[in-house]
């Protein structure tokens, strides 16, 4: 146990003796759910601080940072993909592409027909997200979810839509919930 | 399709679950919850959570992932319980 070893012993685990070149640095990892669990959650609360400060700090400006930060993510992963003109189609591969850290579904009510709903001039497609590293780390925060770092999800889906399709999208928080949240992609 | 049912005696007909669902699924009958439109259920249990009397149940809804969860503390638990 780490409590019972001196200093000495402690810092012994970490002189192993072994030689890296560059040529022999490992290029797989593959630790186990329990050695990842403290890295995780260390990066979940450095993350939650984070943003905690720049509300502080920045206040309504927060949302603002985190919607830019996100959406370059989005066009980051996203300029990979193939680029494919049908909406539907692109949501689908893009939920597939970024499973692990955001899955979401394209949803629709029982008494609509389509995914893609046209109402009041406007054409938007609503999307249930379920596995989502962002309500996981508020919630191991204690954060309220659909503040700034939702906003980096906001951004995220925007620009990843943006890059697939190359039309310009809009992403609004409807409900959310503790496993699963609702969101309406508008689509200009 | 996801299954919701109410215990009707332990709801206290608060209709928090009415005003919180986005898709209009419960409806308040003689002050208790009535799931009246389940198909548009999402799963997101935002009403399971709210629930003060802890009267509703799904069946069929998608665990999201859960990794801000503690293994280690969670073992302990279950080995109270």
């Not at chain 1, 070893?5 to 022999?24: D, H, I, P």
């Not at chain 1, 959310?176 to 609702?182: E, I, Q, V």
Request: charged content about 25%.
């Amino acid at each position: 146990m780490m409590a019972e070893m001196t200093v000495e012993e402690m810092n012994q685990q970490f002189k192993t003796g072994t030689v890296f070149r560059a040529e022999e640095i490992p290029i797989s990892c593959s630790p186990s759910a329990k050695d990842l669990e403290q890295t995780l959650h260390g990066v979940m609360k450095l993350n939650g601080l984070i943003i905690k400060s720049l509300e502080e700090i920045a206040g309504r400006g927060a949302n603002a940072v985190t919607y830019r930060a996100g959406k370059k993510f989005g066009h980051e992963v996203a300029k990979y993909f193939r680029k494919i003109e049908d909406i539907e189609e692109a949501l689908r591969e893009l939920s597939y592409i970024l499973h692990g850290q955001y899955t979401f579904e394209l949803w629709k009510p029982e008494d609509k027909e389509n995914y893609v709903v046209t109402e009041n001039g406007e054409t938007f497609i609503y999307l249930v997200f379920h596995d989502c590293i962002v309500r996981q780390t508020l919630r191991r925060n204690g954060m309220e979810q659909g503040g700034p770092l939702c906003q980096t999800l906001y951004g995220y889906v925007v620009g990843a839509i943006e890059e697939i399709t190359g039309r310009r999208a809009k992403l609004e928080i409807v409900h959310t919930g503790p496993n699963a949240c609702l969101k309406k992609l508008i689509l200009k | 399709m996801i299954e919701i049912s109410v215990d009707a005696a332990a709801c206290n007909g608060c209709g928090l679950c009415v005003k919180d669902c986005p898709m209009q699924v419960y409806e308040l009958r003689d002050e208790v919850s009535v799931p009246i439109r389940p198909e548009n259920c999402m799963g997101c249990l935002s009403c399971h959570e709210i629930c003060p009397a802890q009267a509703l149940e799904h069946r069929g809804v998608y665990p999201s992932k859960r990794n801000y969860i503690d293994i280690r503390v969670c073992e302990m638990i279950n080995r109270v319980i």
